[in-house]
Every structure is written in structure tokens, then in C-alpha cells.
């Protein structure tokens, strides 16, 4: 049955107050699936009227309507596309009915939506009622799934991609907010820069940034800052492997338990400050063992980033004549110590063995962390001073480990990022920090 109705005028797009068009986000996509009516019975044959009805949705201006369809449970499967220019907004359903080649609206019902909510699709069950107090007439099921023009930012993704100084504002500037926290943030970087395969861009560009903006090497690479976070998303996905290989070692190692206390102040009854230092060495080496073993299982990606400090430290201190090769490689290694074992591998041994020897694990790690560091055991912690022999005989350990990760081979392949589209959560937290419209 053809449906005649008045012609509709064409949509346009809403106005702002000023008058400028507003910039399209999405597209809403609405099926109307089927209905079931309470349809009354007629008033001379006192049998149930079989309608024919169609639903009409109207969006800021935009009309769609169904086929006509007849009987109590009609079946349209009419899908509809509206475009979308605010987060917020309306949909407007109207059931019509059709006698004789013309419509009358019947009811109708308003629906306010939010595009988060519907980004995956919601199914509903709608009633129609002509007013409060009644019982509705109809239930009509829609289908209602919001997808985001991804394309409307890619002025915006150009900019972070291509404009390094635009990146760099966002490290520099970049407050964590109740709106968007900095992990989330992290994340949505994370993501936007691995679908295009350029997260090791992203890495670099984030160590030349550090180590252009802080002089002392001590500090590089140590602040709880967006882009040493970043760096830290990248080690945390591409060793996993190297992790787990390291956790299974130091969990047999710190299984027989020992005292290993060297604070007085905490020496159990019948302990030996001597004896306690000693087995504390032991399974100080064993782990250092341990890890050295496992650099094998260190991520390509990792070894490039460390190769790229390297690099880059040499590039700076070389301005700096009164440094010798020595002292510039050790400068490098402390740097890269810094990313890889404060922030990865003694969290990584806390993680694992607090549950087996709390106190024993957090001995170790300090002293793991004062070899990654370069440094000594100080008035701070004058009871771990006992360690500055050991530690100072552990210097070319580092240099060790640090020269296997720059000139071996690692035996897993690069990562690389498969996703189709970048989602649209992504884009909205970097908007959000850009205080994008």
C-alpha cells in the first residue's frame, strides 16, 4: 500500500547561536523492527481491527518513516540513518495509522539519548501510550547502534602524529583530571599511535624529549609523568614474555626462606647480622644470574629503545668535553636502568615474592635498584651500608647486561598493532585533553 502523506521539508542541519553549523560526530543507525498492538474491535462486526500502520522517527529536524504494514504484529525492519552533530539528543517516534490512503498520527513518544550509551548497540522495547494514566497500545522494538565518523578527526590525529611539538605540550602540560585520568589518557595515545605502527616513534620522541628537558641524568626517566607512562605501556606489552621467564626464576630462588635482615633494630632473637648478609648476597646473585640469563627473552622493541638512549645520551654529553667515554656509557646505563629497572623489573620482583618474604623481597630490590642506579648505600639507610662492598663489585654487571641487550639478538619477533578502526573512546579522551569541541 503506497503511503501518501504531506511532503516533508528537507533537513537541515540545527544552527548554533551564532549561527555557524556545527561539525557532524556520527551516525545513529535505527532499526524498527516490529510491533504489537491493542488494536480495538470494531463497533459493527465486533471484530479486532487489523491496522495498517508505519512508524515515523524525527532527529533535530531529519524524518524517516517505515513501510506500511498490516495487522496486530507488523514487521518493518526498516533501517534508518540520521546524522548526529551534539552527544545529546532526541528521538521522536510517532505511530501512524493509515485509512484510506491517508495517515493520522495515532501517538507518539520521545526518547532523550546519550551516543555513549548506544555506541554498541541497545535494543528497546518501546511503549506507546496516549497518555500517563493509560496502558499502552502499541510496543514497538527498535534497535539503536551510534558509529563515530572517525575521519572528522583526522585533522586532529594529524596533528598529534605529525607535530611533535604539539605531543610534546600534551606530555608537558598534561594535569590528571576527574574528566580524564592520566592512564586513560595513556592509554588512548597508546592506541592511537600502535594502530598506525608508530609506537617506537612515539618512544623516541618522548626519550629526546626527556633527556632535552633534564639535565641532571640521575632524574631522567624517574617522575611519574604521561610520558614516562607511555614508555612503561610499551615495556609492559612487549615483555611479558621476559617477565614471566624472570618471575618463575626469582620465585624458586626466593623459596627456601631466610632471614635476610640487616636493620638491628628488626634482628630477630638468635639472627646473625653476618650470616643474614651473607645469604642476602646469595640470593642477590642468583636473581642478577637469573635476569642476565633471561635478556634473551628481551622484546626487540625494548632493545631498540635501548639502543636509542644510548644514542641519544651520546649525542648530548658529547658537547660536554670534560666527559670522558667511560663516564658517558655509564650515563647511559644508568638511564636505561631507570626504565627498565625501577619500572619494570624490581617492581616485577615485589610483585612476585612479597607473598613468599615481604621483607627479605623489598632488601633485594633495594639492593637490585642501588646496581641499576650506580649508586651506594648512604646515611638514609646506614644499616644497608653493609652492601657497598657488594654493590661496588657488581659495577660491570650492569655494563654486562646492558651490552647483551645492545648487540644480542632477541629470539621473539617485532610487535606489531592489528586493529581495523581506531575506537571511538580513543579519540574522545585525546579530544577531551585538547579541549576539543
Given at each position: 500500500m503506497a503511503l501518501i502523506s504531506p511532503k516533508q521539508p528537507r533537513p537541515q542541519r540545527p544552527r548554533t547561536e551564532a549561527g555557524s553549523t556545527p561539525r557532524k560526530i556520527g551516525e545513529l543507525y535505527l532499526v524498527v523492527a516490529e510491533g504489537s498492538f491493542c488494536c480495538p474491535q470494531d463497533s459493527k462486526s465486533g471484530k479486532i481491527e487489523d491496522w495498517s500502520t508505519f512508524v515515523q522517527a524525527n532527529i533535530d529536524f531529519q524524518e524517516e518513516s517505515t513501510s506500511v504494514q498490516k495487522g496486530r504484529h507488523p514487521t518493518w525492519n526498516k533501517k534508518i540513518k540520521f546524522d548526529i552533530w551534539s552527544y545529546h539528543f532526541s528521538i521522536v517516534l510517532q505511530l501512524h495509522r493509515v485509512i484510506k490512503e491517508k495517515s493520522k498520527k495515532i501517538v507518539d513518544c520521545t526518547l532523550p539519548l546519550d551516543v555513549r550509551a548506544i555506541s554498541s548497540g541497545q535494543l528497546l522495547n518501546i511503549p506507546l501510550c496516549l497518555d500517563k494514566k493509560k496502558s499502552p497500545i502499541a510496543l514497538v522494538k527498535i534497535f539503536l547502534q551510534f558509529v563515530h565518523i572517525t575521519h572528522e578527526y583526522s585533522k586532529m590525529e594529524n596533528l598529534i602524529l605529525e607535530n611533535p611539538p604539539v605531543l610534546g605540550a600534551i606530555i608537558d602540560t598534561f594535569k590528571s583530571t576527574k574528566g580524564i585520568p592520566q592512564e586513560e589518557l595513556c592509554s588512548a595515545l597508546y592506541t592511537l599511535f600502535s594502530y598506525h605502527n608508530r609506537q617506537l616513534e612515539l618512544m623516541k620522541y618522548i626519550i629526546t624529549h626527556e633527556i632535552e628537558r633534564i639535565g641532571d641524568i640521575n632524574l631522567m626517566f624517574r617522575a611519574d609523568t604521561l610520558g614516562i607512562q607511555l614508555i612503561s605501556e610499551l615495556i609492559n606489552e612487549c615483555g611479558s614474555v621476559f617477565i614471566d621467564k624472570v618471575s618463575e626464576q626469582i620465585v624458586k630462588i626466593m623459596a627456601p626462606k631466610f632471614s635476610l635482615e640487616l636493620d638491628p633494630d628488626?634482628?630477630?632473637?638468635?639472627?646473625?647480622?653476618?650470616?643474614?648478609?651473607?645469604?642476602?648476597?646469595?640470593?642477590?646473585?642468583?636473581?642478577?644470574?637469573?635476569?642476565?640469563?633471561?635478556?634473551?627473552?628481551?622484546?626487540?622493541?625494548?632493545?631498540?629503545?635501548?639502543?636509542?638512549?644510548?644514542?641519544?645520551?651520546?649525542?648530548?654529553?658529547?658537547?660536554?668535553?670534560?666527559?670522558?667515554?667511560?663516564?658517558?656509557?655509564?650515563?647511559?646505563?644508568?638511564?636505561?636502568?631507570?626504565?627498565?629497572?625501577?619500572?619494570?623489573?624490581?617492581?616485577?620482583?615485589?610483585?612476585?615474592?612479597?607473598?613468599?618474604?615481604?621483607?627479605?623481597?623489598?632488601?633485594?630490590?633495594?639492593?637490585?635498584?642501588?646496581?641499576?642506579?650506580?649508586?651506594?648505600?648512604?646515611?638514609?639507610?646506614?644499616?644497608?651500608?653493609?652492601?657497598?662492598?657488594?654493590?661496588?663489585?657488581?659495577?660491570?654487571?650492569?655494563?654486562?647486561?646492558?651490552?647483551?641487550?645492545?648487540?644480542?639478538?632477541s629470539t621473539l619477533d617485532t610487535l606489531s598493532y592489528h586493529q581495523e578502526t581506531v575506537p571511538f573512546p580513543i579519540y574522545k579522551q585525546i579530544c577531551y585533553q585538547l579541549s576539543y569541541p
Amino acid at each position: 500500500m503506497a503511503l501518501i502523506s504531506p511532503k516533508q521539508p528537507r533537513p537541515q542541519r540545527p544552527r548554533t547561536e551564532a549561527g555557524s553549523t556545527p561539525r557532524k560526530i556520527g551516525e545513529l543507525y535505527l532499526v524498527v523492527a516490529e510491533g504489537s498492538f491493542c488494536c480495538p474491535q470494531d463497533s459493527k462486526s465486533g471484530k479486532i481491527e487489523d491496522w495498517s500502520t508505519f512508524v515515523q522517527a524525527n532527529i533535530d529536524f531529519q524524518e524517516e518513516s517505515t513501510s506500511v504494514q498490516k495487522g496486530r504484529h507488523p514487521t518493518w525492519n526498516k533501517k534508518i540513518k540520521f546524522d548526529i552533530w551534539s552527544y545529546h539528543f532526541s528521538i521522536v517516534l510517532q505511530l501512524h495509522r493509515v485509512i484510506k490512503e491517508k495517515s493520522k498520527k495515532i501517538v507518539d513518544c520521545t526518547l532523550p539519548l546519550d551516543v555513549r550509551a548506544i555506541s554498541s548497540g541497545q535494543l528497546l522495547n518501546i511503549p506507546l501510550c496516549l497518555d500517563k494514566k493509560k496502558s499502552p497500545i502499541a510496543l514497538v522494538k527498535i534497535f539503536l547502534q551510534f558509529v563515530h565518523i572517525t575521519h572528522e578527526y583526522s585533522k586532529m590525529e594529524n596533528l598529534i602524529l605529525e607535530n611533535p611539538p604539539v605531543l610534546g605540550a600534551i606530555i608537558d602540560t598534561f594535569k590528571s583530571t576527574k574528566g580524564i585520568p592520566q592512564e586513560e589518557l595513556c592509554s588512548a595515545l597508546y592506541t592511537l599511535f600502535s594502530y598506525h605502527n608508530r609506537q617506537l616513534e612515539l618512544m623516541k620522541y618522548i626519550i629526546t624529549h626527556e633527556i632535552e628537558r633534564i639535565g641532571d641524568i640521575n632524574l631522567m626517566f624517574r617522575a611519574d609523568t604521561l610520558g614516562i607512562q607511555l614508555i612503561s605501556e610499551l615495556i609492559n606489552e612487549c615483555g611479558s614474555v621476559f617477565i614471566d621467564k624472570v618471575s618463575e626464576q626469582i620465585v624458586k630462588i626466593m623459596a627456601p626462606k631466610f632471614s635476610l635482615e640487616l636493620d638491628p633494630d628488626l634482628l630477630k632473637s638468635g639472627d646473625d647480622l653476618a650470616t643474614n648478609q651473607k645469604k642476602l648476597i646469595e640470593k642477590a646473585d642468583a636473581i642478577l644470574d637469573a635476569i642476565l640469563h633471561c635478556q634473551k627473552y628481551i622484546h626487540p622493541n625494548i632493545r631498540e629503545l635501548c639502543k636509542y638512549i644510548m644514542v641519544s645520551i651520546s649525542k648530548r654529553c658529547a658537547l660536554d668535553s670534560k666527559l670522558s667515554q667511560e663516564q658517558i656509557k655509564c650515563d647511559s646505563f644508568i638511564a636505561m636502568g631507570a626504565i627498565l629497572f625501577l619500572r619494570y623489573i624490581c617492581p616485577c620482583l615485589i610483585r612476585s615474592c612479597v607473598p613468599i618474604d615481604r621483607r627479605g623481597t623489598i632488601l633485594l630490590a633495594k639492593v637490585v635498584t642501588a646496581i641499576a642506579n650506580n649508586v651506594c648505600f648512604g646515611e638514609k639507610e646506614p644499616f644497608m651500608q653493609r652492601m657497598n662492598d657488594y654493590l661496588n663489585s657488581k659495577r660491570s654487571w650492569l655494563e654486562l647486561f646492558f651490552t647483551k641487550i645492545l648487540n644480542n639478538h632477541s629470539t621473539l619477533d617485532t610487535l606489531s598493532y592489528h586493529q581495523e578502526t581506531v575506537p571511538f573512546p580513543i579519540y574522545k579522551q585525546i579530544c577531551y585533553q585538547l579541549s576539543y569541541p
